[in-house]
Antibody, heavy 122, light 107 residues
């Protein structure tokens, strides 16, 4: 059974870089139908898609974050990572990693990690 | 960006009620629409994808319909475990976007 688990610092200082890792078990990255993504949810607000990565290296980012975000994937470690630079208080949120299914007629996030709260504060 | 608008933002209902939630896209998204259920402090859970396909393991009281810009999620007989927030999400084009959610509360 697929499991995803986020890890990383829960507190980041303003202007620094937020770094999170998603460990994946029960599945492998080299399936052409799957992307691996990050979504965040500020307290009391809606979900916001950050970006996706495919094992082949293709990435898609939210244009609102593109200048600050980077997603990478390490198949040997069975994890993928998020880096968000120059953070501000507006980046305080619960960050989720998830598997994105992309095949003919179907595109959706079918499995999610439990989420990790990241607070930006000095 | 495609804007997703859900209505109502919240509702109160009783166990056994039939409940219909609405999601509207700012432009046509074909059927690339998913519905998620989220309980406080928990990750979203996929209920419906491709507008009307029930995710494996999800009870059949949940159903989805629609295409283009207008979509609905129906719960045929509300159960105690269904009180949660429901969000729609489009995957027609990036940036993928979510609605603001509909909170379903106990009357």
């Amino acid at each position: 059974q697929l499991q995803l688990q986020e890890s990383g610092p829960g507190l980041v200082k303003p202007s620094e870089t937020l770094s999170l890792t998603c460990s994946v078990s029960g599945d492998s990255f080299n399936d052409n139908d799957y992307y691996w993504g990050w979504i965040r949810q500020p307290p009391g607000k809606a979900l916001e898609w950050i970006g996706n990565i495919h094992y082949g290296g293709t990435t898609f980012y939210n244009s609102s974050l593109r200048s600050r975000v980077s997603i990478s994937l390490d198949p040997s470690q069975n994890h993928f990572s998020l880096k968000l630079s120059s953070v501000t208080a507006a980046d305080t949120a619960v960050y989720y990693c998830a598997r994105f299914v992309r095949r003919v007629g179907a595109r959706h996030f079918d499995s999610w990690g439990q989420g990790t709260l990241v607070t930006v504060s000095s | 960006d495609i804007q997703m608008t859900q209505s109502p933002s919240s509702l109160s209902a009783s166990v056994g009620d039939r409940v219909t939630l609405t999601c509207r896209a700012s432009q046509s998204i074909s059927n690339y629409l998913s519905w998620y259920q989220q309980k406080p402090g928990k990750a979203p859970k996929l209920l419906i994808y491709a507008a009307s396909t029930l995710q494996s393991g999800v009870p059949s009281r949940f159903s989805g319909s629609g295409s283009g810009t207008d979509f609905t999620l129906t719960i045929s007989s509300l159960q105690p475990e269904d009180f949660a927030t429901y969000s729609c999400q489009q995957s027609h084009s990036t940036p993928y976007t979510f609605g603001q959610g509909t909170q379903v509360a106990i009357k």
